[in-house]
């Protein structure tokens, strides 16, 4: 496709000199996702996402507890260590422990549980939730939710990488554009101006009237006043391509290329296959990610509201013996197992919970209807856009060849005698406009399939 338009309309390119080489829309890309601060600070979000899922996860982390009991004055002078070793575990809101525990001296009798064998006693034990807390728990929702956030920033953080790309390449087709357009001008501004030089001949020699030289200066001078307009445009987009171009180590280069590549390396391309994988990617769009991960989220907190209409019953079972010398009552093997046993009256604030949830879902449900059709419509109408686009830019292809034979033939007529110059100078006029337009059009077309790929969020994906 860009070959055509190079060929088309800028056949003198190779010649041209500029001031630096202009990357291609692949290497301005990179250009944009690798080293532009705007990325850099997504991808901390995505660090930041990442450490919220770890200290979710340090809620079940292993843990080693000491405690020491002495007195230091009156009748008893017992002391007691306890060292314990606690492992969570995720099921059954569960804790596997195993203890050891050693005392010295005497201890009245109302602190008799503090006393162990000379060697201390040894202990494995479980805790666990048989009702509240058994299938679902603070600590886990806490953990699936943060995992959900994890993903939910990266769809989040694909969603404006894609419209970051999506301004950034925009800027360079219209740069590209008024570049072509440029080289258009200039050609037939060079081709022009040896025909000035003809013309001054012929008027010197007295073939032609003097008016007829001043007439065409005059179309000349209508053709510089465009390309001044279009050198304008062009610089100005070159000015804002330096904000997205950007070098290793994050500075803004300076986009001051005159002259556009000759293959731009176009990566947004359509046709059929492209089509169908487009639409594809509409049932996986990022923002529809969002919300999907955002009712799973709350689908983990109504999960978490009913947990808490439960009554709480808690099971301790432990095993422990003691070894060495000491009194007989403390030999042999203890098992120990507790029960304990709440429920509040009434329970109003779990309830009034579990409705609010119970709106967000439905609320989220509505939401994500809306915004899927909004996509899906979205994304028809830029491929209606698309689809008037190859028609226009078909046309204004042909109109551009018509116009170019049209100028070509009234040059001969009036070399002939058969013409004159105001009609000459119209076909030029035309032929400016067409080419101006043709290279408009094929250029929209890009956009058009910038668009197709923006509403598919298919520019990047760092999920």
Same mark, same amino acid.
């Given at each position: ?29 990179? #250009? ?90 040894? #202990? ?96 000349? *001078? ?29 500075? *803004? ?101 579990? #409705? ?94 910038? *668009? ?5 969020? *298919? ?5």
């Amino acid at each position: 496709m860009f070959s055509g338009i190079a060929s088309t309309c800028v056949n003198a390119m190779e010649n041209s000199s500029s001031k630096v080489p202009a990357p291609s829309i692949n290497d301005f890309i990179e #250009s944009m996702t690798r080293y532009h601060p705007y990325v850099l600070a997504i991808n901390e979000g995505n660090y930041q996402a990442a450490a919220e899922l770890e200290i979710a996860r340090s809620n079940f982390d292993p843990f080693i507890e000491q405690k020491t009991k002495s007195r230091v004055s009156g009748y008893y002078d017992g002391t007691n260590l306890t060292q314990r070793f606690t492992n969570p575990v995720e099921d059954y809101n569960a804790n596997v422990f195993t203890e050891y525990r050693i005392a010295g001296g005497d201890f009245p009798a109302y602190e008799g549980d503090y006393d162990t064998l000379s060697a201390g006693e040894a #202990s494995i034990g479980v805790a666990m939730s048989l009702l509240q807390n058994r299938e679902i728990d603070k600590r886990r929702t806490e953990l699936r939710n943060a995992g959900l956030a994890t993903a939910q920033w990266e769809a989040q953080a694909t969603s404006m990488i894609n419209s970051f790309i999506y301004k950034g390449v925009n800027e360079y087709i219209s740069w590209y554009e008024s570049a072509l357009q440029i080289k258009a001008v200039q050609n037939l501004l060079e081709t022009a101006q040896e025909r000035e030089k003809a013309l001054s001949t012929r008027v010197e020699k007295g073939d032609l009237a003097d008016i007829v030289l001043v007439e065409f200066q005059a179309n000349l *001078m209508q053709q510089r006043l465009l390309l001044a307009e279009l050198t304008q445009k062009r610089d100005s987009h070159a000015q804002m391509l330096s904000f997205y171009w950007r070098s290793p180590q994050g500075d *803004m280069l300076s986009f001051n290329a005159d002259t556009p590549p000759n293959n731009i390396e176009w990566p947004f391309w359509v046709g059929d296959a492209q089509l169908i994988a487009l639409r594809k990617a509409l049932k996986q769009h990022p923002e529809l990610d969002v919300l999907q991960l955002e009712q799973r989220v709350v689908q983990n907190k109504t999960a978490l509201a009913n947990n808490a209409l439960l009554p709480k019953l808690d099971l301790q079972a432990s095993i422990a013996r003691d070894v060495g010398a000491g009194s007989e009552t403390l030999e042999g093997t203890e098992t120990k197992l507790g029960l304990s046993f709440s429920y509040p009256l009434g329970n109003r604030k779990a309830k009034a919970e579990r #409705s609010q949830l119970l709106s967000k879902q439905r609320e989220l449900g509505h939401k994500f209807t809306s915004i899927q059709q909004s996509i899906t419509q979205r994304f028809e109408q830029a491929y209606v856009f698309w689809t008037q686009a190859k028609d226009i830019a078909e046309l204004q292809s042909q109109n551009a060849s018509l116009a170019r034979r049209l100028s070509q033939v009234e040059r001969t007529r009036f070399d002939a005698g058969d013409s004159d110059m105001f009609v000459l100078n119209a076909r030029v006029q035309n032929e400016i406009k067409a080419q101006i337009k043709e290279i408009k059009a094929k250029v929209d077309l890009l956009k058009a399939e910038l *668009m197709l790929y923006k509403e598919a969020a *298919m520019l990047y994906d760092m999920r």
